[in-house]
C-alpha cells in the first residue's frame, strides 16, 4: 500500500506484462496490478496520471445509491431483473421457497422461527436459480452473433465484478447481483464476457467487437452502473 497525494492505492504484483488499474466499489478503493519488476515510483507515476479519472470514478460510487443491510423481513424493498418488490415473509412452511406473487410483492415462505441467515441463504439460492434458468437463452442468442462459445459458465457472489472471463480456459462467471438487474444489462455482462474470449484486453480491437455486435452496448453500461448497490459486507 503507498501513498499518492492523500490517496491510498494497493499494490498487486503479478507475472503480468502491462500495468492495470481499477476503481473498485463501494467506496472507490484504487488497485493497481503491475508486472513484477515494477518498482512503486512507476506506480506513483501512472497513478498521477491517471488521478482525475480516478477521482470522476470515486465521485460515482459516492453517489450511486445503495440499500441499507437486508434482514429479509416484511415490508423490505428487493429487486429482481431490474423492478422493485414488496417483500412479503410467511411463516410455517416445511421449506423456505420464493414466488413472485405479483407485479409488486415477492413471496418468501419460510419454516417457523426462521433466522435472518436462513431467509438470505433461500432467497441467494433462489437468485442463482433465476439466472441458471435466463442465461442458456441468452447464450442461444449471442453464440451465433459471437461466433464464440464458452466452454464452461457459472455464477458467483463477486465483491468488485460485474462479471470475469478466463479466455484460455474458456470459462465465463457472471455475479449473482445481476439476477437484481434489468435483462437488458444480463445481457450486455454476458456479451462483455464473451467479447473477452475474442480479446482479453478493453483495446481497440475489444471495442469494435462491442460495437458490431451490440451497438447500443453503452447505455446497457450505464444503466448497470447507475443501479443501486446491494448492501455489503465488503472485504477485500
Request: aromatic letters at 8%; glycine letters at 6%.
Amino acid at each position: 500500500m503507498i501513498k499518492v497525494g492523500g490517496l491510498a492505492v494497493q499494490i498487486l504484483r503479478k507475472p503480468i506484462k502491462n500495468l492495470h488499474l481499477g476503481v473498485y466499489p463501494p467506496n472507490g478503493r484504487v488497485r493497481v496490478a503491475v508486472p513484477m519488476s515494477v518498482n512503486d515510483t512507476a506506480v506513483r507515476l501512472a497513478v498521477i496520471n491517471k488521478l482525475g479519472w480516478i477521482k470522476r470514478q470515486q465521485r460515482q460510487f459516492a453517489a450511486q445509491p445503495r440499500q441499507s443491510a437486508r434482514e429479509w423481513v416484511s415490508g423490505e424493498t428487493h429487486y429482481f431483473q431490474g423492478r422493485p418488490y414488496r417483500l412479503r415473509l410467511i411463516e410455517g412452511a416445511r421449506y423456505g421457497t420464493v414466488k413472485v406473487a405479483n407485479r409488486s410483492s415477492l413471496h418468501l415462505h419460510m419454516p417457523s422461527q426462521s433466522t435472518q441467515s436462513q431467509r438470505d441463504s433461500v432467497m441467494q439460492n433462489w437468485y442463482r436459480q433465476q439466472l441458471q434458468e435466463t442465461i442458456p437463452g441468452l447464450l442461444e442468442k449471442w453464440v451465433p452473433i459471437m461466433g464464440v462459445k464458452p466452454r464452461e459458465w457459472g455464477i458467483r457472489k463477486m465483491k468488485t465484478k460485474w462479471g470475469s472471463c478466463n479466455a484460455e480456459a474458456g470459462r465465463v462467471w457472471l455475479n449473482l447481483e445481476l439476477a437484481k438487474k434489468p435483462i437488458r444489462c444480463l445481457e450486455y455482462l454476458l456479451v462483455h464476457e464473451l467479447a473477452h474470449l475474442i480479446e482479453r484486453k478493453h483495446n481497440a480491437r475489444f471495442i469494435s467487437i462491442m460495437d458490431r455486435c451490440m451497438p447500443n452496448w453503452r447505455l446497457h453500461k450505464k444503466e448497470l452502473n447507475a443501479a443501486p448497490l446491494g448492501h455489503e459486507t465488503w472485504i477485500y
